[in-house]
């Protein structure tokens, strides 16, 4: 089974709304982290926003937020006010304590800003 | 977080030549891992790299294919051997550092890699 699901493989978002990625994971492990990363065409893989298994609050880094529903197994990013900066791939990640703390990805999705 | 660098950001090579691509962090780090993204595909861990032992390949990557070496705690190597287009990918080297425990991984720029 995949760890980490992202269904959206593209999306497009007027400049200025907010849009959110889906991400859902699998795991049986309580404790957990999760993270989602922007890979703009450069290459590079910048870190965005942490999420911990047993936060009690959504994770907020400035324009990005993480809605972490833990039944259901799911950590969408939710990025407002969106720029033609954010145009890029976003991947989403989890580190599972038991394995060893490997990093599993998501297949990402691409995010397209429109002016 | 700690800042990564990689060398070189980009190359062509001819099939059957060898890669070896350098990664420095700023600041002493336990781990050091290296992934391949092939195109448009998501991230591969390839390896991690601990310093004065020998690498730790996961499934499918092999030694004789990708030596990885760790000379010190801020600096490792990947070398990519043999080179065939199947190898045409992006590898990037990342670091794990932990703020609030968080044990984040930070990535370096990427190493984009075209063989002919």
């Known amino acids: 089974a995949q760890k980490i699901t992202q269904t959206q493989p593209g999306m497009f978002v007027q400049e200025k709304e907010a849009v959110t990625l889906d991400c859902t994971y699998d795991?049986?492990?309580?404790?957990?982290?999760l993270f989602w990363y922007k890979q703009p065409s450069s290459g590079e893989m910048i870190f965005l926003i942490y999420?911990?298994?047993?936060?009690?609050q959504n994770a907020t880094e400035g324009r990005y937020s993480l809605n972490f529903q833990k039944a259901r197994k799911s950590a969408n990013l939710v990025i407002s006010a969106s720029q033609l900066g954010d145009s890029a791939m976003y991947f989403c990640?989890?580190?599972?304590?038991?394995?060893?703390?490997?990093?599993?990805f998501g297949t990402g999705t691409s995010l397209t800003v429109i002016p | 977080s700690a800042v990564i660098s990689q060398k070189p950001s980009r190359d062509i090579c001819q099939r059957g030549t060898s890669l070896t691509i350098q990664c420095q962090v700023d600041?002493?780090?336990?781990?050091m891992f290296w992934y391949r993204q092939q195109p448009g595909q998501s991230l591969t861990l390839i390896a991690t790299?601990?310093?004065?032992?020998?690498?730790?390949?996961e499934s499918g990557f092999v030694i004789d294919k990708f030596p990885i070496s760790r000379p010190n705690l801020t600096f490792s190597t990947l070398t990519v051997s043999n080179m065939s287009p199947e190898d045409s990918s992006i590898y990037l080297c990342?670091?794990?550092?932990?703020?609030?425990?968080?044990?984040?991984?930070?990535f370096g720029p990427g190493t984009r890699l075209t063989v002919l």
């Open positions: 990342s670091v794990e550092q932990g703020a609030r425990g968080t044990d984040t991984q930070y």
């Open positions: 795991t049986s492990d309580p404790s957990y982290g």
């Open positions: 999420q911990g298994s047993y936060d009690q």
């Open positions: 990640a989890m580190r599972e304590v038991s394995t060893g703390n490997q990093f599993y």
């Open positions: 600041s002493q780090v336990t781990m």
């Open positions: 790299a601990n310093q004065g032992s020998e690498a730790t390949y």
